[in-house]
């Protein structure tokens, strides 16, 4: 029991040693807050273009009036729910700021001479007759647990989350932040063609007005079309923001805390276990 208590102490605190890890560990979670930023990136300047577009009179009609409320009935829930979204990238951003700082605290020199020190007093323990005693030897190696959990904790939290992410989510997360970028360049889209139309209609003339005009009809001829254009691409948008909301939610919220609550369990097994074995 010995021997193998001794070897468990001594590999746990070799592998502590091994700077490597901690150093990927923090470029997967630099690339999981980029990720985080472009899609908070994509939800500011998505709401950005909607406010522009809903600021201006938007020449629907041919006679450049009479729809503007229906598009803005259109992009109103669309632009509520891109704000909410913004919000949830924000918090994200904040709990994967949050993993970082605690990442960087497992990787701090004092914790791995904490540990150094830890595991010398528990082998002393075991193998120094004038120092063994049953309840200090509880007391040591309860510490030495702790604070490997403490020191990779958040190393094995990083990784399962990487690996749960390129297994369920990466797809999903490439795919919804491609729509929504799509979708964001066709309203910039139609912002710059409503600047184009009110540029136009600014030149005086009868013969100039009346070119305006025909342009404007010969360009709008089709309003249902063009508004269930808008409206496809504003359920696309939609449908591909509420799986970012779940992807980011499942990874930076709920994941963390089921990683929390099973690292729970050898957290009160270390407390609960009072009957170590001590034997020769």
Known sequence: MKIWLTLIIAILFAFNLFLEIDKEA????????????V?????KALNATIS???????????V????????GEVLDPFNDMVERFSWVMLFSSISLGVQK????????????????????????????????????????????ALLIIVRFSAIIFVYSSQLM????????????TQVITTTKEE??????????????EKKSGFFQSLDNKYSSIVANLNISKQLDALQQSIDNA??????????FIFQTLLFPLFYLWILLWPVRWIFAYENLLHND
């Open 26 to 37: 923090m470029q997967i979670l630099d690339a999981s807050f980029e990720r985080a930023m």
């Open 39 to 43: 899609a908070f990136g994509l939800a």
């Open 52 to 62: 522009l577009i809903q600021g201006t009179e938007l020449s629907l009609t041919p």
């Open 64 to 71: 450049g009036i009479g729809l503007n409320l229906s598009v």
């Open 101 to 144: 700082i605690l990442l960087t605290l497992s990787s701090k020199v004092f914790l791995q001479f904490a540990l150094g020190v830890s595991a010398f007093v528990s082998i002393g323990v075991l193998w120094i007759k004038q120092l063994q005693n049953r309840l200090f030897f509880s007391i040591s190696l309860k510490f030495f």
């Open 165 to 176: 992410y390129n297994a369920l989510l990466d797809e999903q997360y490439q795919e919804a």
């Open 187 to 200: 309203f910039e889209d139609i912002q710059k063609r409503n600047r184009v139309v009110m540029k136009t």
């Open 238 to 247: 939609t449908h591909n923001i509420i799986t970012l909301i779940t992807v």
